[in-house]
Protein backbone atom coordinates (compact mmCIF):
# COMPACT_ATOMS: atom_id res chain seq x y z
CA UNK A 1 0.00 0.00 0.00
CA UNK A 2 1.26 3.53 -1.11
CA UNK A 3 0.77 6.97 -0.22
CA UNK A 4 0.23 9.55 -2.83
CA UNK A 5 3.08 9.97 -5.09
CA UNK A 6 5.53 12.99 -4.14
CA UNK A 7 7.59 14.41 -7.04
CA UNK A 8 11.03 15.14 -5.95
CA UNK A 9 14.23 15.53 -7.86
CA UNK A 10 14.84 12.09 -8.35
CA UNK A 11 11.04 11.82 -9.95
CA UNK A 12 8.33 10.46 -8.08
CA UNK A 13 8.52 9.09 -5.08
CA UNK A 14 5.73 6.99 -2.94
CA UNK A 15 5.72 6.25 0.70
CA UNK A 16 5.02 3.00 1.66
CA UNK A 17 2.67 2.31 4.28
CA UNK A 18 2.02 -1.36 4.59
CA UNK A 19 4.32 -3.66 3.08
CA UNK A 20 7.97 -2.65 4.01
CA UNK A 21 9.13 -6.05 5.44
CA UNK A 22 7.49 -7.55 2.24
CA UNK A 23 9.43 -5.24 0.08
CA UNK A 24 12.57 -5.46 1.95
CA UNK A 25 12.55 -8.98 2.24
CA UNK A 26 11.83 -9.67 -1.74
CA UNK A 27 14.84 -7.12 -2.40
CA UNK A 28 17.22 -8.86 -0.28
CA UNK A 29 16.23 -12.43 -2.08
CA UNK A 30 16.60 -10.75 -5.35
CA UNK A 31 20.36 -9.32 -4.10
CA UNK A 32 20.97 -12.78 -2.79
CA UNK A 33 20.10 -14.40 -5.98
CA UNK A 34 21.87 -11.73 -8.11
CA UNK A 35 24.99 -12.88 -5.67
CA UNK A 36 24.36 -16.21 -6.40
CA UNK A 37 24.52 -16.55 -10.30
CA UNK A 38 27.81 -14.27 -9.84
CA UNK A 39 29.44 -16.72 -7.87
CA UNK A 40 28.00 -19.72 -10.00
CA UNK A 41 28.14 -18.20 -13.42
CA UNK A 42 31.05 -15.89 -13.45
CA UNK A 43 31.07 -15.70 -17.00
CA UNK A 44 27.42 -14.41 -17.58
CA UNK A 45 27.45 -11.44 -15.98
CA UNK A 46 24.22 -10.49 -18.15
CA UNK A 47 22.24 -12.33 -15.42
CA UNK A 48 23.57 -10.27 -12.65
CA UNK A 49 22.91 -6.84 -14.46
CA UNK A 50 20.00 -8.11 -15.78
CA UNK A 51 18.43 -8.33 -11.55
CA UNK A 52 20.26 -5.60 -10.40
CA UNK A 53 19.19 -3.01 -12.96
CA UNK A 54 15.73 -4.35 -13.22
CA UNK A 55 14.79 -4.81 -9.47
CA UNK A 56 17.39 -2.99 -7.14
CA UNK A 57 19.35 -0.16 -8.57
CA UNK A 58 18.75 2.76 -11.03
CA UNK A 59 22.31 2.86 -12.68
CA UNK A 60 22.17 6.70 -14.03
CA UNK A 61 21.49 7.87 -10.38
CA UNK A 62 23.77 8.50 -7.24
CA UNK A 63 23.83 7.80 -3.61
CA UNK A 64 20.39 6.83 -2.40
CA UNK A 65 18.92 8.12 -5.48
CA UNK A 66 20.10 5.11 -6.77
CA UNK A 67 18.04 2.90 -4.29
CA UNK A 68 14.86 1.71 -6.02
CA UNK A 69 13.45 0.94 -2.25
CA UNK A 70 15.12 2.49 0.71
CA UNK A 71 14.23 1.47 4.01
CA UNK A 72 13.99 3.62 7.34
CA UNK A 73 17.50 5.08 8.24
CA UNK A 74 18.26 2.44 11.24
CA UNK A 75 18.17 -0.44 8.32
CA UNK A 76 19.57 1.94 5.55
CA UNK A 77 23.60 1.11 6.38
CA UNK A 78 22.99 -2.94 6.29
CA UNK A 79 20.52 -2.46 3.40
CA UNK A 80 23.03 0.09 1.31
CA UNK A 81 26.13 -2.91 1.85
CA UNK A 82 23.70 -5.38 0.45
CA UNK A 83 23.15 -4.25 -2.60
CA UNK A 84 26.74 -2.48 -2.95
CA UNK A 85 28.30 -5.95 -2.03
CA UNK A 86 30.29 -4.97 0.75
CA UNK A 87 28.69 -6.49 3.59
CA UNK A 88 30.36 -6.46 7.44
CA UNK A 89 29.48 -9.59 8.80
CA UNK A 90 30.68 -8.78 12.01
CA UNK A 91 27.97 -5.92 12.38
CA UNK A 92 24.69 -6.95 13.96
CA UNK A 93 21.50 -6.65 11.48
CA UNK A 94 18.39 -8.92 10.84
CA UNK A 95 18.88 -7.32 7.13
CA UNK A 96 22.31 -8.98 6.48
CA UNK A 97 20.68 -12.33 8.68
CA UNK A 98 18.25 -12.77 5.84
CA UNK A 99 20.59 -11.94 3.23
CA UNK A 100 22.98 -15.35 4.12
CA UNK A 101 20.06 -17.26 5.34
CA UNK A 102 18.96 -16.37 1.50
CA UNK A 103 22.68 -17.05 0.14
CA UNK A 104 22.26 -20.23 2.19
CA UNK A 105 18.98 -21.62 0.85
CA UNK A 106 19.98 -21.32 -2.77
CA UNK A 107 23.01 -22.86 -2.13
CA UNK A 108 21.77 -25.94 -0.96
CA UNK A 109 18.58 -25.51 -3.64
CA UNK A 110 20.95 -25.21 -7.09
CA UNK A 111 22.21 -28.59 -8.22
CA UNK A 112 25.08 -27.68 -10.51
CA UNK A 113 24.23 -30.57 -12.49
CA UNK A 114 20.72 -29.43 -13.23
CA UNK A 115 20.74 -26.25 -15.32
CA UNK A 116 17.15 -25.58 -14.31
CA UNK A 117 16.92 -25.32 -10.45
CA UNK A 118 18.03 -21.20 -10.54
CA UNK A 119 15.54 -20.77 -13.42
CA UNK A 120 12.62 -22.51 -11.57
CA UNK A 121 13.48 -20.47 -8.33
CA UNK A 122 13.52 -17.02 -10.06
CA UNK A 123 10.67 -17.78 -12.31
CA UNK A 124 8.97 -18.75 -8.42
CA UNK A 125 9.91 -15.48 -7.28
CA UNK A 126 9.42 -13.13 -9.78
CA UNK A 127 6.41 -14.32 -11.89
CA UNK A 128 4.61 -16.81 -9.24
CA UNK A 129 4.21 -13.96 -6.69
CA UNK A 130 0.77 -11.57 -7.18
CA UNK A 131 1.69 -7.97 -6.62
CA UNK A 132 -0.98 -5.91 -5.68
CA UNK A 133 -0.51 -2.25 -5.03
CA UNK A 134 -2.79 0.32 -3.93
CA UNK A 135 -1.96 4.07 -4.17
CA UNK A 136 -3.74 6.13 -2.29
CA UNK A 137 -5.37 9.74 -3.41
CA UNK A 138 -4.25 13.38 -1.93
CA UNK A 139 -6.77 13.08 -0.01
CA UNK A 140 -7.22 9.66 1.48
CA UNK A 141 -6.47 8.94 4.87
CA UNK A 142 -3.85 6.44 4.34
CA UNK A 143 -3.81 5.02 8.14
CA UNK A 144 -7.37 4.47 8.01
CA UNK A 145 -7.09 2.44 4.70
CA UNK A 146 -4.19 0.26 6.27
CA UNK A 147 -6.27 -0.11 9.74
CA UNK A 148 -8.93 -1.52 7.67
CA UNK A 149 -7.05 -3.86 5.56
CA UNK A 150 -4.20 -5.26 8.06
CA UNK A 151 -5.37 -6.81 10.95
CA UNK A 152 -2.39 -9.17 11.56
CA UNK A 153 1.26 -8.82 11.69
CA UNK A 154 2.91 -6.41 13.79
CA UNK A 155 1.11 -2.79 13.64
CA UNK A 156 2.61 0.20 11.93
CA UNK A 157 1.58 3.02 14.16
CA UNK A 158 0.42 6.65 12.78
CA UNK A 159 4.00 8.11 14.46
CA UNK A 160 5.57 5.48 11.83
CA UNK A 161 3.97 6.61 8.59
CA UNK A 162 4.77 10.26 10.30
CA UNK A 163 8.34 9.36 10.24
CA UNK A 164 8.44 7.94 6.85
CA UNK A 165 6.79 10.71 5.16
CA UNK A 166 9.06 13.24 7.05
CA UNK A 167 12.45 11.41 5.87
CA UNK A 168 10.77 11.51 2.54
CA UNK A 169 10.39 15.34 2.09
CA UNK A 170 13.98 15.33 3.95
CA UNK A 171 15.45 13.71 0.84
CA UNK A 172 19.62 13.93 0.61
CA UNK A 173 19.60 15.31 3.93
CA UNK A 174 17.23 12.11 5.96
CA UNK A 175 20.44 10.57 7.05
CA UNK A 176 21.23 13.57 9.49
CA UNK A 177 17.40 14.20 10.13
CA UNK A 178 18.16 11.05 11.75
CA UNK A 179 20.99 11.44 13.62
CA UNK A 180 21.23 14.66 14.69
CA UNK A 181 17.26 14.97 15.34
CA UNK A 182 14.93 12.08 15.13
CA UNK A 183 17.09 8.85 16.99
CA UNK A 184 17.68 11.12 19.95
CA UNK A 185 13.79 11.43 20.18
CA UNK A 186 13.29 7.75 19.67
CA UNK A 187 15.87 7.08 22.43
CA UNK A 188 14.03 9.68 24.70
CA UNK A 189 10.14 8.48 24.76
CA UNK A 190 8.42 5.01 23.52
CA UNK A 191 7.05 5.10 20.37
CA UNK A 192 3.48 5.01 22.48
CA UNK A 193 4.35 8.54 23.91
CA UNK A 194 6.18 10.20 20.09
CA UNK A 195 3.00 8.99 18.55
CA UNK A 196 1.00 11.32 21.45
CA UNK A 197 3.40 13.79 20.92
CA UNK A 198 2.52 13.97 17.13
CA UNK A 199 -1.80 14.01 18.54
CA UNK A 200 -1.13 16.59 21.05
CA UNK A 201 0.89 19.04 18.49
CA UNK A 202 -2.40 18.64 16.56
CA UNK A 203 -4.39 18.88 19.55
CA UNK A 204 -3.31 22.59 20.17
CA UNK A 205 -3.92 23.37 16.47
CA UNK A 206 -7.61 21.62 16.11
CA UNK A 207 -9.24 19.93 19.22
CA UNK A 208 -11.73 18.02 17.78
CA UNK A 209 -9.40 15.81 15.91
CA UNK A 210 -9.59 11.97 16.27
CA UNK A 211 -7.16 9.65 17.75
CA UNK A 212 -6.99 8.21 14.07
CA UNK A 213 -6.25 11.62 12.39
CA UNK A 214 -2.84 11.93 13.66
CA UNK A 215 -1.23 11.25 10.45
CA UNK A 216 -3.69 12.52 8.01
CA UNK A 217 -3.88 15.65 9.82
CA UNK A 218 0.21 16.12 10.28
CA UNK A 219 0.53 15.32 6.40
CA UNK A 220 -1.97 18.20 5.71
CA UNK A 221 -0.29 20.89 7.54
CA UNK A 222 3.26 19.90 6.63
CA UNK A 223 2.62 19.18 2.25
CA UNK A 224 2.32 23.30 2.25
CA UNK A 225 5.64 23.52 3.72
CA UNK A 226 9.22 23.38 1.16
CA UNK A 227 11.98 21.35 2.67
CA UNK A 228 13.64 23.69 5.27
CA UNK A 229 10.74 24.20 6.90
CA UNK A 230 9.48 20.62 7.34
CA UNK A 231 13.68 20.06 9.11
CA UNK A 232 12.93 22.90 11.13
CA UNK A 233 9.49 20.89 11.84
CA UNK A 234 11.55 18.14 13.36
CA UNK A 235 13.95 20.28 15.11
CA UNK A 236 10.52 21.74 16.57
CA UNK A 237 9.26 18.02 17.48
CA UNK A 238 12.71 17.13 18.63
CA UNK A 239 12.14 20.10 21.68
CA UNK A 240 8.75 19.09 22.29
CA UNK A 241 10.01 15.35 22.72
CA UNK A 242 12.39 16.44 25.24
CA UNK A 243 9.76 18.54 27.51
CA UNK A 244 7.59 15.61 27.25
CA UNK A 245 10.18 13.20 28.36
CA UNK A 246 10.78 15.80 31.81
CA UNK A 247 6.78 15.24 32.36
CA UNK A 248 7.66 11.53 32.01
CA UNK A 249 10.09 11.54 34.04
CA UNK A 250 9.76 14.52 36.50
CA UNK A 251 13.25 13.68 37.96
CA UNK A 252 15.13 15.60 34.98
CA UNK A 253 13.09 19.30 36.04
CA UNK A 254 15.50 21.44 36.98
CA UNK A 255 13.27 23.66 39.19
CA UNK A 256 12.24 21.84 42.37
CA UNK A 257 8.60 22.91 42.00
CA UNK A 258 7.64 22.42 38.95
CA UNK A 259 9.42 18.77 39.59
CA UNK A 260 6.58 18.51 42.87
CA UNK A 261 3.69 19.79 40.65
CA UNK A 262 4.59 17.09 37.80
CA UNK A 263 4.45 14.36 40.33
CA UNK A 264 1.39 14.99 41.33
CA UNK A 265 -0.45 15.77 38.04
CA UNK A 266 1.19 12.47 36.59
CA UNK A 267 0.25 10.11 39.43
CA UNK A 268 -3.26 10.44 38.84
CA UNK A 269 -2.73 8.64 35.67
CA UNK A 270 -4.72 11.09 33.29
CA UNK A 271 -3.89 10.41 29.71
CA UNK A 272 -6.00 13.51 28.25
CA UNK A 273 -3.97 15.81 30.39
CA UNK A 274 -0.80 15.47 28.68
CA UNK A 275 -2.24 18.14 26.01
CA UNK A 276 -2.57 20.76 29.03
CA UNK A 277 0.55 19.87 30.96
CA UNK A 278 2.62 19.99 27.56
CA UNK A 279 1.73 23.19 27.02
CA UNK A 280 2.68 24.37 29.98
CA UNK A 281 6.21 23.25 29.42
CA UNK A 282 6.50 24.40 26.13
CA UNK A 283 5.28 27.72 26.87
CA UNK A 284 8.02 28.36 29.81
CA UNK A 285 10.69 27.14 26.99
CA UNK A 286 9.41 29.63 24.14
CA UNK A 287 10.18 32.66 27.74
CA UNK A 288 6.84 33.38 27.43
CA UNK A 289 6.19 32.59 31.33
CA UNK A 290 8.55 31.38 33.93
CA UNK A 291 8.79 28.73 36.29
CA UNK A 292 6.54 30.12 38.92
CA UNK A 293 3.87 30.42 36.42
CA UNK A 294 4.30 26.29 35.40
CA UNK A 295 3.85 25.15 38.73
CA UNK A 296 1.14 27.23 39.75
CA UNK A 297 -0.55 26.08 36.40
CA UNK A 298 0.00 22.55 37.29
CA UNK A 299 -1.72 23.40 40.69
CA UNK A 300 -4.82 24.41 39.32
CA UNK A 301 -5.10 21.73 36.82
CA UNK A 302 -4.45 19.33 40.56
CA UNK A 303 -6.80 21.48 42.55
CA UNK A 304 -9.18 20.71 39.38
CA UNK A 305 -8.83 17.28 39.29
CA UNK A 306 -9.32 17.13 43.34
CA UNK A 307 -12.23 18.69 43.44
CA UNK A 308 -14.51 17.06 40.59
CA UNK A 309 -13.09 13.64 41.91
CA UNK A 310 -14.59 15.18 45.79
CA UNK A 311 -17.78 15.67 43.89
CA UNK A 312 -18.10 12.57 42.04
CA UNK A 313 -17.83 14.64 38.77
CA UNK A 314 -17.70 12.43 35.41
CA UNK A 315 -14.07 11.79 34.88
CA UNK A 316 -15.39 11.31 30.24
CA UNK A 317 -15.94 14.98 30.01
CA UNK A 318 -12.11 15.32 30.72
CA UNK A 319 -10.69 14.88 27.09
CA UNK A 320 -12.64 17.53 25.60
CA UNK A 321 -12.19 19.95 28.67
CA UNK A 322 -8.64 19.46 28.36
CA UNK A 323 -8.43 19.52 24.65
CA UNK A 324 -9.93 22.84 23.89
CA UNK A 325 -7.96 24.61 26.86
CA UNK A 326 -5.12 25.70 24.55
CA UNK A 327 -7.43 27.61 21.57
CA UNK A 328 -9.73 28.67 24.50
CA UNK A 329 -6.66 30.74 26.65
CA UNK A 330 -6.02 32.74 23.69
CA UNK A 331 -2.75 34.22 22.56
CA UNK A 332 -1.93 35.89 25.84
CA UNK A 333 -2.33 32.18 27.88
CA UNK A 334 -2.42 32.78 32.08
CA UNK A 335 -2.45 30.76 35.02
CA UNK A 336 -5.76 33.02 35.96
CA UNK A 337 -6.87 32.50 32.71
CA UNK A 338 -6.56 29.01 32.68
CA UNK A 339 -8.83 29.06 36.19
CA UNK A 340 -11.33 31.47 34.69
CA UNK A 341 -11.86 28.46 32.13
CA UNK A 342 -12.05 25.74 34.30
CA UNK A 343 -14.86 27.66 36.29
CA UNK A 344 -17.05 28.33 33.43
CA UNK A 345 -19.46 25.64 32.03
CA UNK A 346 -20.36 22.53 32.67
CA UNK A 347 -17.01 21.48 33.75
CA UNK A 348 -17.65 20.85 37.78
CA UNK A 349 -14.18 22.88 38.95
CA UNK A 350 -16.39 22.52 42.47
CA UNK A 351 -17.17 25.75 44.78
CA UNK A 352 -15.61 25.25 48.69
CA UNK A 353 -19.58 24.78 49.44
CA UNK A 354 -19.66 21.89 47.36
CA UNK A 355 -16.79 20.24 48.39
CA UNK A 356 -17.33 20.86 51.83
CA UNK A 357 -20.87 18.91 51.22
CA UNK A 358 -19.04 16.53 49.15
CA UNK A 359 -16.65 15.48 51.50
CA UNK A 360 -19.29 15.18 54.51
CA UNK A 361 -21.76 13.13 52.89
CA UNK A 362 -20.39 11.74 49.40
CA UNK A 363 -19.00 8.09 49.15
CA UNK A 364 -15.66 8.79 48.39
CA UNK A 365 -14.41 5.50 48.12
CA UNK A 366 -16.20 4.73 45.30
CA UNK A 367 -15.00 7.77 43.36
CA UNK A 368 -12.76 7.84 40.48
CA UNK A 369 -10.23 5.06 39.93
CA UNK A 370 -8.06 3.39 43.01
CA UNK A 371 -4.88 5.14 41.94
CA UNK A 372 -6.69 8.83 41.96
CA UNK A 373 -8.22 7.83 45.42
CA UNK A 374 -4.95 7.68 46.63
CA UNK A 375 -3.27 10.19 45.18
CA UNK A 376 -6.30 12.44 46.93
CA UNK A 377 -4.93 11.02 50.41
CA UNK A 378 -1.49 11.37 49.28
CA UNK A 379 -2.39 15.15 48.68
CA UNK A 380 -3.98 15.32 51.90
CA UNK A 381 -1.44 13.76 53.36
CA UNK A 382 0.92 16.56 51.99
CA UNK A 383 -1.19 19.40 52.70
CA UNK A 384 -1.41 17.95 56.65
CA UNK A 385 0.44 20.55 58.51
CA UNK A 386 3.67 19.42 60.54
CA UNK A 387 5.00 21.30 63.95
CA UNK A 388 8.11 23.31 63.36
CA UNK A 389 9.97 25.05 65.92
CA UNK A 390 6.34 25.84 67.60
CA UNK A 391 4.74 26.52 64.33
CA UNK A 392 2.57 24.78 62.21
CA UNK A 393 3.54 24.38 58.31
CA UNK A 394 3.00 22.41 55.50
CA UNK A 395 5.50 19.65 54.64
CA UNK A 396 7.01 20.14 50.82
CA UNK A 397 7.65 16.41 50.70
CA UNK A 398 6.07 14.59 48.31
CA UNK A 399 3.95 11.78 49.80
CA UNK A 400 5.56 8.06 48.80
CA UNK A 401 2.28 6.20 49.33
CA UNK A 402 3.05 3.32 46.78
CA UNK A 403 3.17 0.61 49.62
CA UNK A 404 0.20 1.77 51.34
CA UNK A 405 -3.51 1.03 50.91
CA UNK A 406 -6.76 2.97 51.99
CA UNK A 407 -8.26 1.99 55.30
CA UNK A 408 -11.91 2.46 56.80
CA UNK A 409 -11.27 3.94 59.79
CA UNK A 410 -14.62 2.54 60.92
CA UNK A 411 -14.39 -0.48 59.48
CA UNK A 412 -17.04 -1.88 56.54
CA UNK A 413 -17.67 -5.13 58.86
CA UNK A 414 -19.02 -4.03 62.33
CA UNK A 415 -17.66 -6.40 65.34
CA UNK A 416 -19.68 -6.28 68.65
CA UNK A 417 -17.15 -3.88 70.24
CA UNK A 418 -17.41 -1.15 67.62
CA UNK A 419 -21.41 -1.66 67.01
CA UNK A 420 -21.89 -0.77 71.25
CA UNK A 421 -19.09 2.06 70.56
CA UNK A 422 -20.95 3.43 68.06
CA UNK A 423 -24.04 3.24 69.69
CA UNK A 424 -23.01 4.72 72.76
CA UNK A 425 -22.19 8.08 70.47
CA UNK A 426 -25.48 8.06 69.04
CA UNK A 427 -28.93 9.37 70.23
CA UNK A 428 -31.42 9.12 67.77
CA UNK A 429 -30.02 6.66 64.74
CA UNK A 430 -29.24 3.06 64.48
CA UNK A 431 -25.77 1.92 64.19
CA UNK A 432 -26.22 0.53 60.80
CA UNK A 433 -27.66 4.45 59.45
CA UNK A 434 -24.72 6.17 61.16
CA UNK A 435 -22.23 3.20 59.35
CA UNK A 436 -23.88 3.31 55.75
CA UNK A 437 -24.13 7.06 55.97
CA UNK A 438 -20.00 7.75 57.10
CA UNK A 439 -18.34 4.10 55.98
CA UNK A 440 -17.42 5.40 52.74
CA UNK A 441 -16.75 9.38 53.18
CA UNK A 442 -13.50 10.48 52.97
CA UNK A 443 -13.28 11.88 56.76
CA UNK A 444 -13.19 7.61 57.39
CA UNK A 445 -10.50 6.77 55.09
CA UNK A 446 -6.92 6.56 55.39
CA UNK A 447 -3.88 5.26 53.79
CA UNK A 448 -2.09 2.57 55.71
CA UNK A 449 0.80 -0.42 54.54
CA UNK A 450 -1.09 -2.49 57.88
CA UNK A 451 -4.63 -3.09 56.16
CA UNK A 452 -4.79 -6.45 56.89
CA UNK A 453 -3.50 -6.32 60.39
CA UNK A 454 -5.97 -3.29 61.16
CA UNK A 455 -8.91 -4.63 59.25
CA UNK A 456 -11.97 -4.52 61.74
CA UNK A 457 -10.16 -4.30 65.23
CA UNK A 458 -11.44 -2.03 67.62
CA UNK A 459 -10.21 1.26 67.52
CA UNK A 460 -8.15 1.39 70.83
CA UNK A 461 -5.99 -1.52 68.87
CA UNK A 462 -5.89 0.52 65.57
CA UNK A 463 -5.02 3.72 67.20
CA UNK A 464 -1.64 2.15 68.21
CA UNK A 465 -0.27 0.93 64.83
CA UNK A 466 -1.53 4.45 63.48
CA UNK A 467 0.09 6.20 66.28
CA UNK A 468 3.31 4.88 65.05
CA UNK A 469 2.65 5.40 61.45
CA UNK A 470 4.98 8.03 59.16
CA UNK A 471 1.80 9.47 57.77
CA UNK A 472 0.49 12.91 59.55
CA UNK A 473 -2.83 12.21 58.77
CA UNK A 474 -2.61 8.64 60.42
CA UNK A 475 -1.23 10.43 63.73
CA UNK A 476 -4.16 12.81 63.68
CA UNK A 477 -6.72 10.03 63.79
CA UNK A 478 -4.91 8.65 66.71
CA UNK A 479 -5.00 11.34 68.68
CA UNK A 480 -8.24 11.00 69.44
CA UNK A 481 -9.46 8.78 72.00
CA UNK A 482 -12.67 7.27 70.59
CA UNK A 483 -14.12 7.36 66.68
CA UNK A 484 -17.26 7.29 65.67
CA UNK A 485 -19.78 10.29 63.82
CA UNK A 486 -18.62 12.86 66.00
CA UNK A 487 -14.63 12.51 64.91
CA UNK A 488 -15.68 11.76 61.48
CA UNK A 489 -17.62 14.76 60.71
CA UNK A 490 -15.31 16.94 62.26
CA UNK A 491 -12.58 15.26 60.68
CA UNK A 492 -14.89 16.07 57.14
CA UNK A 493 -14.49 19.09 57.79
CA UNK A 494 -10.70 19.57 58.60
CA UNK A 495 -10.15 18.06 55.30
CA UNK A 496 -12.39 20.24 53.57
CA UNK A 497 -11.05 23.19 55.06
CA UNK A 498 -7.38 21.99 53.85
CA UNK A 499 -8.72 21.16 49.98
CA UNK A 500 -10.27 24.39 49.59
CA UNK A 501 -7.54 26.44 50.83
CA UNK A 502 -4.60 24.61 49.13
CA UNK A 503 -3.97 26.85 45.96
CA UNK A 504 -1.20 28.97 45.36
CA UNK A 505 -0.80 32.89 46.36
CA UNK A 506 -2.98 35.06 44.07
CA UNK A 507 -4.65 32.31 42.18
CA UNK A 508 -7.73 32.20 44.42
CA UNK A 509 -11.01 32.31 42.51
CA UNK A 510 -14.20 35.04 42.83
CA UNK A 511 -17.16 34.55 44.75
CA UNK A 512 -18.41 31.07 46.13
CA UNK A 513 -20.95 30.47 43.10
CA UNK A 514 -22.18 27.33 41.79
CA UNK A 515 -20.00 26.17 38.51
CA UNK A 516 -21.37 22.65 38.15
Do not use: C
Amino acid sequence: MLSTGQIGPNGTEFLVVDGQQRLTTLSILIAAMRDHYAETEPDDLAQVARLEETFLVDRFKQGDARLKLLPTQADRPAYRSIIAGTIDHSTPSGLVEAYRFFRTKLRLADDPDDPHDMPRIEGAVLNGLVFVAITAKGDDNVYRIFESLNNTGMKLTQGDLLRNYLFMRAGERGDEVYETWWLPMQKLLSPSDLEALFWIDLIWRSPDSKAGDIYSGQVERLRHLDQEQVLDEVKRFKRLAELFAIYRDPSLERDERVARQLRRVKSWGIGSMDVLVLFWLRLRDDGVIDDADVADALHVIESFLVRRIIIGAPANSLPKIFNRAVTELGETPSVDGLRRYFTVGRKFFATDAQVTEAVLTKPFYYQGRPNQRKTVLAWLEEATPITFLGKERVGKEFADVSATSIEHVMPQTLSPTWRDSIASQTDDRSVDEVHEELLHTLANLTLTAYNSELSNRPFVEKRELLESSGLRLNREIAARQTWGPDAILERGRVLAERIVTMKRPGIRGGPDSPRG
